[in-house]
């Protein structure tokens, strides 16, 4: 799934502050709008019964479920995200939803659990002839031991599905510059491994270009 692209392509810097979804910037701009796609992940959701009477939910819980999606840390790491680096760090970190987000800009993915950043890593990413989509997806299947079908039987462990269409994050290749994917978004074997055992289906994996937030920011 990954194939030589030629060219450089600049490393990802990080500066402890704002960042953009994960390439740390120290001025963090607006969020902007969410993208149709991600529009249409909310229009998704089942329909509620009009019928029936629905109870209001609890302040409380209202509260609580929104601060669980507030950035209340970023993992401190100094100097730029080389290609084949990951960092993960989970240790106290209490349960809560878990969100990846993907900057096309900064080749960084980041795991949040709870708020908190657990894991980051540079990856691979698609070309224009097979871009990665924008959007927001939820993992629709978990595929250990998946192979791609349409490129010669390629690797592609730890296989967290995006989309029908054979969008993915997954192990299986070199992270190295200079390569790209059919759209896929390529991580390390030892970071695919972790994120592979930590998230669930229906988790959601928010993909966007240089959107800056910064801690205190709503991830959605």
């Known amino acids: 799934m990954m194939r030589w692209i030629g060219g450089t392509t600049a490393l990802i810097g990080l500066t402890v502050g704002g960042f953009a979804l994960s390439a740390r910037n120290p001025s963090p701009a607006p969020s902007p709008d ?19 009477p629905t109870a209001e939910p609890a302040p409380a819980a209202e509260s609580a479920a929104a601060n669980s999606l507030v950035i209340k840390r970023v993992l401190p790491i100094k100097g730029p995200i080389r290609y084949g680096e990951w960092h993960w760090d989970e240790a106290g970190v209490p349960d809560g939803p878990l969100i990846m987000t993907v900057d096309l800009d900064a080749r960084v993915l980041s795991v949040f659990r709870g708020g908190y950043e657990i894991g980051a890593t540079a990856v691979m990413l698609g070309t224009q002839e097979h871009p990665t989509p924008l959007g927001s997806f939820p993992i629709l299947t978990k ?41 896929c978004i390529g991580t ?7 994120l592979f055992a930590a998230a669930s289906k229906g988790d959601r994996v928010i993909i966007t270009r240089g959107k800056r937030i910064g801690t205190g920011d709503a991830l959605i």
Not at 151 to 161: C, E, F, H, K, V
Not at 188 to 194: L, N, Y
């Open 34 to 52: 969410p993208a149709p796609a991600e529009r249409a992940f909310a229009a998704d959701a089942v329909a509620p019964n009009t019928d029936a």
């Open 143 to 183: 595929e250990r031991h998946n192979v791609s079908e349409k490129y010669n039987n390629a690797p592609m462990p730890w296989t967290l599905r995006l989309t029908w269409d054979g969008i993915a994050i997954h192990g299986g290749a070199e992270v190295e510059n200079g390569y790209a994917s059919h759209g």
């Open 188 to 194: 390390p074997d030892p970071f695919a491994a972790k």
